[in-house]
């Protein structure tokens, strides 16, 4: 065995230890670790004042929506803060924001918008907002214009935090378009690996999607810092200071990179891997034995992980030269390998090889980044704000196409089950009071950005004959003189929505999705309730949803105000087919109970 043998085995060594086994023996050691249960200690009364620290260069694709997202929180208004940097916008960032802005103030959420007439970089906002305001609160959480972050997530931020020992907190990292694997794949990997990381009080980075930190501890960053997130995150932590990842807190990257532009991307994430290696050393001495063992295994070996793969190949290349035999055979299997993912990016193969595309994706991002570590030490790598074009959403297209197929057997079913549940119910409204058995009503249904639609959807009758004749269309309340005796059964066990399994059979609904609301009450409701009308963007009102199990019936603004939160919540769960699953089946499960046990309204 000659020098280049030891060199290739050693190579070989380290890329199978960083991405298999230091995963896998991590994963084992933290099941036997005691988790800390820090959800269950967590002080309920525990509310510190948050400061979202955001910075923006041409996100009018995002600021609206992400506007939105903070002022749909599980958190008091009045213990939230926005400062936000337009970082020498060209294009109509401010503008979008706008009508947000107007919004936040009647919610009584705090918003500052410092504008930059020249794009001075992230690092240069970041350090501005840093300065000037992080001592005025009690957390400051980053994050990208382009994150939408699940409705509990301050809340969650906030319960993290009560314990003294956690300095920073974040959640797991979900991309919009999953239909790309090995994007999925990797932070698939990535996210079990920080939980599994937090249990020993370190990560491998945190995602700038959400980066929250106690305020004392955050700092300014150096000129130059590349990957700001990571650094951030490290600056904070300690033998004393840990990281916590929760499990609740979900980010979801509306951002979607095609494979090449992810393998740009590439570029600038190694190049701050390399540089934060230099970090490691002047931090190591402060760590504990964990952290180090796990800081050496993670972003470690994730820095000099380009500069492997490459001796890799020089060294593969050069012993099939020199050698031949095996070495032959490997080189000629690799070289393919590489050719299929080439003929992938440049779209020439469109169909899936699972093992190859995963093996090219990690050997192309490492070499790609091998260039980055070339410029950054040539001193002429710069950060660099970039919008991707959107692309269209096959995840969500799967969701939605299994979503109407459940409804369609679900509805099918339902119609065959409580036929006679229907008919008895129909005998019993007929005896109890004069008037139609079914009735329809005009309500709003899916809207999009070139029409809204408007439906009739199909009730049992539960109130008395022209009740709204002289009260006119108003919200139903709690003994509300216009509902028949049988008509409170039906509402408490929500049987007055059986018939519109009807509605969802011809595609106007979904079995699950946003209340459906009367045009009537769609003005007054628009203009007191912030984001209304966006409920049932591309997506159709449902039977039951999320708000209605949560909330129930609608008795004025300030209910359907409460309700608006679960309607984004359970939008946000179609971002990932394993979220809205989880999510749909709760709902369902959920529904049912609120049926059995009559605790409708």
Sequence with gaps: MNTMDIVLIICIGLVIYHHGVYPLALSVVAKYKQRRNLQSDCIKAYQPKIAVFMAAHNEQAYIYDKLINIASQIYPNEKIAIHLVLDGCTDDTLACATPALD??????????????????????????????????????????????????????????????????????????????????????????????????????????????????LVKPLDEGTINDDFIQAVQAVDKEHVIAISEDINMVEMEEDALDKDYTRRVRICAGNWQQLGLLVKKFGSFNLWQKLIFTSSKGLRGVMPICIAVLYITLFSQTVLVGGLYTVAAIGLLITNLIGLAKIRGLISFKLPVFDSVNYMLFSYLVG?????????????????????????????????????????????????????????????????????????????????????????????????????????????????????????????????????????????????????????????????????????????????????????????????????????????????SWYRTEMSILVKTIQVVLMGKGK
Aim: charged share 20%; net charge positive.
């Design 103 to 216: 919004r936040l103030a009647e919610q009584n959420i705090f918003c500052h918008i410092d504008v930059f007439d020249q794009n001075k970089g992230k690092l240069n906002a970041i350090n501005h907002l840093i300065n000037l305001y992080s001592s005025d609160y009690d957390v400051v959480l980053f994050s990208d214009v382009s994150a939408m972050l699940s409705i509990n997530a301050f809340q969650e931020v906030a319960c993290k935090m009560a314990d003294k020992k956690v300095a920073v907190v974040s959640g797991l990292y979900q991309v919009y378009d999953q239909a790309n694997n090995e994007q999925s794949g990797y932070w698939a990997l990535q996210n079990k690996t920080r939980l599994d990381e937090s249990i020993f009080g370190a990560v491998n980075g945190v995602s700038g999607s959400l980066l929250a930190i106690k305020s004392h």
């Design 370 to 578: 091998l260039y980055g570590i070339v410029q950054f030490h040539k001193g002429v790598y710069k950060q660099s704000w970039s919008r991707v074009p959107p692309k269209n959403n096959s995840e969500q297209k799967r969701i939605l196409i299994t979503k109407r197929f459940i409804d369609v057997i679900g509805a099918s079913v339902g119609l065959l089950l409580t036929a006679p549940i229907l008919l008895l119910v129909a005998i019993a409204i007929k005896l109890d009071s004069k008037g139609g058995i079914i009735y329809k009503q005009l309500r709003v249904g899916e809207s999009t950005d070139d029409f809204v639609s408007l439906i009739y959807v199909y009730k049992l009758r539960s109130m008395y004959i022209d009740a709204e004749a002289r009260s006119g269309a108003v919200w139903a309340s709690d003994n509300d003189p216009r509902i028949t005796r049988v008509g409170r059964f039906l509402r408490k066990t929500r049987l007055d929505e059986l018939p519109q399994l009807w509605n969802v059979l011809k595609g106007e609904m979904s079995l699950i999705g946003p209340r459906p609301e009367r045009p009537v009450f769609y003005k007054n409701l628009e203009e007191n309730v912030p984001y209304f009308t966006h409920r049932t963007y591309q997506l159709k009102p449902g039977i039951s949803g999320l708000a209605q199990v949560m909330n129930g019936y609608d008795e004025n603004i300030e209910g359907v105000r409460r309700k608006i939160a679960w309607d984004y919540a359970y939008a946000l769960s179609l971002s990932s087919f394993s």
